[in-house]
Nanobody, 114 residues
Framework: VQLQASGGGLVQTGGSLRLSCEFT????????MDWYRQAPGKQRELVAS???????NYADFVKGRFTISRDITKNIVYLQMNSLKSEDTAIYYC?????????WGQGTQVTVSS
């Protein structure tokens, strides 16, 4: 399985972006798709998750602002990010569970300017 995250960019505070994670290869064993982020000098943290049954879970710091969704027919997982804050600035990555894909992809940079 290969993962390719895209859709990042520079946006002002309060703006929106939609990230995409396209995965290629077999979906066997993939139950959960996750979005993570890593800000400079900080550890990678889980942002949002979606199961094969479309159950979703969000970190407290994005609840009400971010929405994760998936298009199984296109093998794409999205992260709609609204009301962006400067603290959302980070590289965003996607990955799977229970089998985490290694190495991690390059991610996509999101920069929120005030």
């Amino acid at each position: 399985v290969q993962l390719q995250a895209s859709g990042g960019g520079l946006v002002q505070t309060g703006g929106s972006l939609r990230l995409s994670c396209e995965f290629t290869g077999s979906r066997f064993g993939i139950n959960i798709m996750d979005w993570y982020r890593q800000a400079p000098g900080k550890q990678r943290e889980l942002v949002a998750s979606i199961t094969s049954g479309r159950n979703t879970n969000y970190a407290d710091f994005v609840k009400g602002r971010f929405t994760i969704s998936r298009d199984i027919t296109k093998n794409i997982v999205y992260l709609q990010m609204n009301s962006l804050k400067s603290e959302d600035t980070a590289i965003y990555y996607c990955n799977t569970r229970p089998n985490v894909i290694l190495p991690w992809g390059q991610g996509t940079q999101v920069t929120v300017s005030s």
